[in-house]
């Protein structure tokens, strides 16, 4: 199994950036993909953002294209997910998954159920 931490979350206002970050641990993530998802109050979990295996592809959710960035870094088992130009609309609880499934998978993918592992969640509030 892996167990995966996220962090760097917090209450910032419109306009600024937060850099997330899924620490895993128990097994190396190296060989998989790894997405972020995020929900809101009284909203369905959502995609946001997905990456190869080897930092390869990247899938981005149209809400967050050309703002949110996804990247990792294999050598520290970690995977972030950097945000910028926040809007109140961003405001939800932050998933970081696993998709232990598969190895070498060079795609990206954006359906939950193909995800293994999840973080806790961490909160991002946007103010106006």
């Known amino acids: 199994q892996v167990q995966l931490v996220e962090s760097g979350g917090g209450l910032v206002q419109a306009g600024d950036s937060l850099r997330l970050s899924c620490a895993a641990s128990g097994r190396t993530i190296s060989r998989n993909g790894m997405g972020w998802f995020r929900q809101a109050p009284g909203k369905e979990r959502e995609f946001v953002a997905s990456i190869s295996w080897n930092g390869g592809s990247t899938k981005y959710a149209d809400s967050v294209k050309g703002r ?3 990247s990792r870094d294999n050598a520290k088992n970690t995977v ?3 945000m910028n130009s926040l809007k109140p609309e961003d405001t939800a ?5 696993a998709d232990l499934s598969r190895r070498y998978y060079s795609g990206t993918s954006y359906r939950a159920n ?4 999840w973080g806790q969640g961490t909160q991002v509030t946007v103010s106006s």
């Not at 609880?93 to 998954?97: D, G």
């Not at 193909?114 to 592992?117: G, N, Q, V």
Request: with cysteine; aromatic share 40%.
């Open 80 to 82: 972030y997910l950097q």
């Open 93 to 97: 609880v932050y998933y970081c998954a």
């Open 68 to 70: 949110f960035n996804i």
């Open 114 to 117: 193909e995800y293994d592992y």
